[in-house]
């Protein structure tokens, strides 16, 4: 049977069903166990249901996440393709990376959805909360804080605009970085949603300057998210196939790429490989001049600092005077400053704030994350 024949058979009489009958038909994952053999006849009911929540994707949303993890864990894909890849490949032409992000995030997803305003929750909300929900056992409740809190703040002084992942990161970076917030009950979400608001409403006042400019997003620090380049997730999801088939379990991409992480980590030339490979690739050249671009660390945040080297030295504009290492020190230094370091203030009315130091006076805090020291 084709995949279109497939649908279609599969499809008949469910096509008006509401979403909410959808998902209540739907199994509790937790009763789903992997099977073998034929399917039994409560199997492909299970399966009949989880595919009409999947048929409906676009309407039902993250309810497919939980279809998709009762259709991996229960196996019931084997009477038609021997691996969950090749059935989502072949039955919903979806990959293996977009099934295990709506598997992971449903249930959050479920959680945030009554905070949207009918709205709807969108991908980038959920990938910016998960790892705040995935932390402890009171997670999914300071996530769902969070985000209400984010909300109430773009609602109160946004002007019309939506809460975007930019917003949303501040929120997790606020709280990542908070500390003595109440352990749970409702005294913890509402510490945790006065922070979310309070960080929003700071960043839109900051990047806005309070005449309605188009936000600004920049980096942050705050939870580990891996943005896998386009020409390596072919090979990563092969991989993810091969090992999933080989163990007999799913494994989701986070879980390879853990695993990836590992042993590049317990490899000492991989650190050097890695130094060098972000050495090449994050300097911007400017004639025999290197530049680099960040966001310094939490303790000076506010800045974007900016570094050139120039190793040849920094040489005084005319009628200025001569440029010397800033290392403060009894005795002068007289090495080349060939590092001019620069602290860049983002919506504040200071002026930036320059520094200039030779090789061996450098600040660690001011070495550029691109350059490897050795």
Request: glycine content about 12%; charged content about 25%; some cysteine.
């Given at each position: 049977m084709t995949a279109a024949a497939h649908r279609t058979t599969h499809g008949l009489g469910r096509r008006d069903r509401s979403h909410v009958s959808l998902v209540q038909d739907l199994p509790d994952l937790a009763d789903v166990v992997e099977g073998t053999g034929d399917l039994s006849a409560m199997e492909r009911a299970n399966l009949a249901a989880a595919e009409a929540a999947i048929e409906t994707f676009q309407a039902a949303g993250w309810a497919a996440g939980q279809a998709l993890a009762v259709v991996a864990k229960g196996s019931y894909h084997r009477d038609t393709h021997p691996t969950f890849a090749a059935y989502l490949a072949d039955r919903w032409g979806m990959t293996t990376s977009q099934a295990y992000r709506l598997m992971e995030g449903y249930r959050l997803a479920a959680l945030l959805a009554?905070?949207?305003?009918?709205?709807?929750?969108?991908?980038?909300?959920?990938?910016?909360?998960?790892?705040?929900?995935?932390?402890?056992?009171?997670?999914?409740?300071?996530?769902?804080?969070l985000f209400a809190g984010a909300q109430a703040a773009v609602k109160e002084v946004g002007e019309g605009r939506?809460?975007?992942?930019?917003?949303?990161?501040?929120?997790?970076?606020?709280?990542?970085?908070?500390?003595?917030?109440?352990?749970?009950?409702?005294?913890?979400?509402?510490?945790?949603?006065?922070?979310?608001?309070?960080?929003?409403?700071?960043?839109?006042?900051?990047?806005?300057?309070?005449?309605?400019?188009?936000?600004?997003?920049?980096k942050k620090s705050g939870p580990l998210r891996l943005a896998v380049p386009q020409h390596l997730t072919t090979?990563?999801?092969?991989?993810?196939?091969?090992?999933?088939?080989?163990?007999?379990?799913?494994?989701?991409?986070?879980?390879?790429?853990a695993r990836i992480l590992e042993l590049a980590l317990e490899e000492p030339d991989a650190l050097v490989a890695v130094a060098q490979r972000i050495e090449a690739e994050s300097a911007e050249q400017i004639g025999t001049a290197r530049r680099w671009t960040w966001t310094p660390a939490k303790e000076a945040r506010g800045y974007?600092?900016?570094?050139?080297?120039?190793?040849?030295?920094?040489?005084?504009?005319?009628?200025?005077?001569?440029?010397?290492?800033?290392?403060?020190?009894?005795?002068?230094?007289?090495?080349?400053?060939?590092?001019r370091v620069t602290n860049h203030p983002v919506?504040?009315?200071?002026?930036?704030?320059?520094?200039?130091?030779?090789?061996?006076h450098l600040p660690a805090d001011c070495s550029p994350p691109g350059r490897w020291a050795g």
């Open positions: 009554p905070k949207t305003g009918g709205r709807g929750v969108t991908g980038s909300h959920v990938t910016r909360l998960l790892p705040v929900a995935k932390a402890d056992q009171r997670g999914e409740e300071s996530a769902v804080a939506k809460l975007t992942a930019a917003l949303l990161d501040a929120a997790v970076e606020e709280f990542t970085a908070a500390e003595g917030l109440p352990e749970q009950g409702p005294e913890r979400a509402e510490a945790v949603r006065r922070l979310a608001h309070q960080a929003v409403v700071s960043r839109i006042r900051d990047t806005t300057g309070g005449n309605g400019d188009q936000e600004k997003s920049r090979s990563l999801d092969d991989w993810m196939s091969q090992l999933s088939a080989g163990l007999g379990m799913t494994l989701s991409r986070d879980a390879v790429v974007i600092r900016i570094a050139e080297q120039k190793p040849k030295g920094h040489k005084p504009g005319k009628g200025q005077p001569g440029i010397g290492c800033s290392e403060p020190g009894t005795e002068p230094c007289e090495e080349t400053p060939e590092w919506g504040k009315t200071a002026q930036p704030a320059t520094a200039y130091y030779c090789e061996e």
